[in-house]
């Protein structure tokens, strides 16, 4: 048996050493946007201050990126479906690098605010793209590691590139981290160009017959509804770490970063966690972190007085919520049939749908109460998103089409 891993959609056959550094080259872009997404969170009162906003209302530039991989997710793979891949991939990313731009040099938040918008449409259909490619090329017993390992960009740069662009912004100013993240973007789209073997795109893919085998799929709305509403309690607590690592645990403002890295170090952990949990069980690693979500947002809020004891608690929290992702990820694609593209791109709009639920939700609780009562509120979310994926979960729910007898 040759260690040879193949794949039906490359050029050629790739080796495990290519197969590491094209994946390594996409889980690069990964950690560009992720350094872009989460830096928004660690320098929220700079932006505010910035812009002249109040911290609440800046918050709805998490919100407005979100809101951008929602819409990018559907209108993007409706259009690429039957594109190259890796031509795909260097496109995403100019783009990406392109929007960071635009918000490094936003004259006011209304600007900002498109700016974030449009920042996240490439988003989703990067990360659905990459992980195609990605499993395109590993073993079919190492598909969830695959994801995984793409998805590892973005958890690293919860570790190093969010830490360092959080103290950027505070040092340089808030437009510093964006004008980096550009470039990261670019990086990508360099290692892209050189690493990543060619993938024809189907050429009897269309958008609208993608749309309609992956839309009228019962188990594709209850996985997203889980990942929508459950993911969104982890944001609920994240997108509010600054006021409650300064307001509720009592500390400095350059805590903040180290915040910031244990909640990366969680994520990486989580990640690698995940993909040996989905060789295990894709659907009980959904619900034992489900579970786990709802016991940690309560153990957040218990904790969050306590200053420096909080730290452990926040890498618990991107460490189960990392597994719910990765897990998620690859049930979507699993019901997706062969809706492929718009199957592994849809999950990250249903997590930023999360992301949008969760800084909205937790923004009210930090309105009405206080910045210590939105990981409470997560709590909330992450029990709705359990229910959800025990009703996937039921043998009742198994794979159908929406009004079909």
Request: net charge neutral; glycine share 12%; aromatic share 10%.
């Amino acid at each position: 048996m040759t260690d040879t891993v193949s794949t039906t959609t490359a050029a050629r056959p790739v080796t495990p050493a290519r197969f590491t550094i094209a994946v390594l080259a996409l889980a690069m872009g990964g950690f560009a946007i992720g350094t872009t997404e989460f830096v928004t969170m660690g320098v929220l009162p700079e932006i505010a201050e910035g812009v002249g906003v109040g911290t609440s209302t800046a918050g709805h530039l998490i919100s407005a990126y979100a809101v951008g991989v929602v819409v990018g997710v559907p209108i993007l793979s409706f259009f690429v479906a039957h594109l190259p891949r890796k031509g795909l991939l260097l496109a995403l990313m100019a783009a990406y690098a392109l929007f960071n731009v635009l918000s490094a040099v936003a004259v006011d938040f209304h600007m900002l605010l498109v700016a974030r918008f449009l920042d996240g449409l490439p988003h989703g259909a990067y990360f659905g793209v990459a992980t195609i490619v990605a499993t395109s090329m590993a073993k079919p017993s190492h598909r969830g590691r695959a994801v995984a390992l793409v998805m590892l960009g973005l958890s690293v740069a919860n570790v190093i590139g969010v830490p360092f662009a959080t103290w950027l912004g505070q040092t340089a100013g808030w437009r510093a981290p964006y004008a980096a993240a550009a470039g990261l973007a670019l990086l990508t789209v360099v290692l892209v160009q050189i690493s990543v073997p060619h993938f024809p795109g189907d050429p009897n893919a269309t958008g609208r017959s993608e749309a309609g085998r992956f839309f009228t799929n019962k188990q594709v709305w209850l996985t997203m509804l889980a990942g929508a509403i459950g993911f969104g309690g982890m944001f609920a607590a994240y997108s509010y770490i600054s006021p409650i690592v300064t307001d509720t645990a009592g500390l400095a403002e350059g805590a903040v970063p180290w915040f910031v890295f244990a909640f990366g170090i969680g994520m990486v952990v989580g990640t690698w966690v995940a993909g040996e949990m989905a060789r295990w069980s894709v659907m009980g690693s959904l619900l034992a972190s489900s579970l786990g979500m709802i016991a940690v947002l309560g153990l957040f809020w218990l904790v969050a007085p306590t200053g420096w004891w909080l730290a452990p608690v926040a890498f618990l929290t991107t460490a189960v919520a990392s597994v719910l992702v990765i897990n998620l990820q690859v049930r979507l694609m699993d019901v997706a049939d062969d809706a492929v593209t718009l199957g592994a791109a849809m999950n990250h709009a249903s997590l930023n749908i999360a992301n949008a639920l969760g800084a909205f939700a937790g923004g009210i609780a930090l309105d009405t109460w206080s910045a210590r009562e939105a990981p409470l509120v997560g709590a909330g979310l992450a029990g709705a998103g359990f229910k959800g994926n025990a009703e996937s979960a039921h043998p009742d729910a198994r794979r159908c089409r929406v009004g079909a007898s």
